[in-house]
């Protein structure tokens, strides 16, 4: 006997495996970066759960990640964006996991960070649009937030989506801290777990490049590129959700 979600039908023994999809935002993004595909893979019929990134260090944020993953009974696909995609890398060596989904992300290799990575390659607009704002640990330390700035973020980071959306999430961006982007990925997950990519070819805030070298490196399934700003869940919410689908049928 079967259940329909959205316009899809799965057999009971489907639902057992079909994996449960976790959506990973970057740095300047929350969990709503991702409202538009999480409403669309929710009529699928999928188990979504979009958790929010505390941004403050490579190595935490994975550690934190990983703990909602073990938290789930049964598979998770693990779709990173941008930052999350370093994110995911890292806590996608849970034993759950079962596939990666980079959308214009960093597939880091193990030992590298971000600041390596980005350096191989010509800087984006996004160099020279970031602020910089002190703020406290619990240590004491002073520690450094780094964000874009207002007026730059419609054009760097979220060029192609309504404008009313991006000044909301413009003045409600998820900083990402600084010391996040000299930490080095402890593992890649890549190289265990299978991988899918889209490369955003209209990208302001990573240089194209950077995901396609992640990607080819990584082995990836299936890369698509699409003429999108950085922020492509947001412009091609239909793309996004297709792929992250069809990834998901490949490992159920």
């Not at 991702?34 to 979009?50: I, N």
């Not at 993953?69 to 049964?74: F, L, P, V």
């Not at 191989?120 to 704002?133: E, G, K, M, N, P």
């Not at 060029?159 to 402890?186: C, I, K, N, W, Y």
């Amino acid at each position: 006997m079967g259940r329909t979600y959205g316009d899809i039908t799965h057999r009971e023994d489907d639902i057992m495996t079909t994996p449960t999809i976790m959506l990973i935002h970057g740095a300047f993004a929350d969990s709503a970066s991702f409202a538009p595909v999480t409403r669309l893979l929710l009529d699928r019929g999928f188990t979504v759960v979009v958790p929010a990134v505390p941004n403050r260090s490579l190595v935490g944020d994975a550690a934190y990640v990983r703990s909602i993953i073990e938290r789930i009974d049964g598979p998770v696909l693990l779709v990173g964006h941008s930052y999350g995609g370093a994110v995911v890398t890292v806590a996608g060596a849970a034993d759950n996991v079962v596939g990666l989904v980079y959308l214009a992300g960093y597939a880091l290799e193990e030992g590298e960070s971000l600041g390596e990575l980005q350096g191989r390659f010509a800087d984006s607009d996004l160099a020279a649009a970031l602020v910089y704002t002190p703020f406290p640990q619990g240590d004491g330390e002073p520690g450094t937030d780094v964000s874009v700035e207002i007026t730059a973020f419609p054009d760097v980071f979220a060029a192609g989506v309504d404008p009313q959306v991006t000044q909301v999430l413009a003045v409600s961006q998820r900083p990402l801290a600084a010391a996040a982007f000299g930490e080095a990925a402890s593992v890649a997950a890549w190289r265990t777990k299978p991988g899918w990519g889209i490369v955003s070819a209209a990208d302001h805030t990573i240089n194209p490049d950077v995901e396609r070298f992640g990607y080819k490196r990584a082995g990836l399934r299936r890369v698509i590129e699409l003429d999108s700003p950085h922020l492509v869940m947001r412009s091609h919410p239909d793309d996004v959700a297709d792929f992250i689908a069809a990834a998901a049928a490949e490992v159920s």
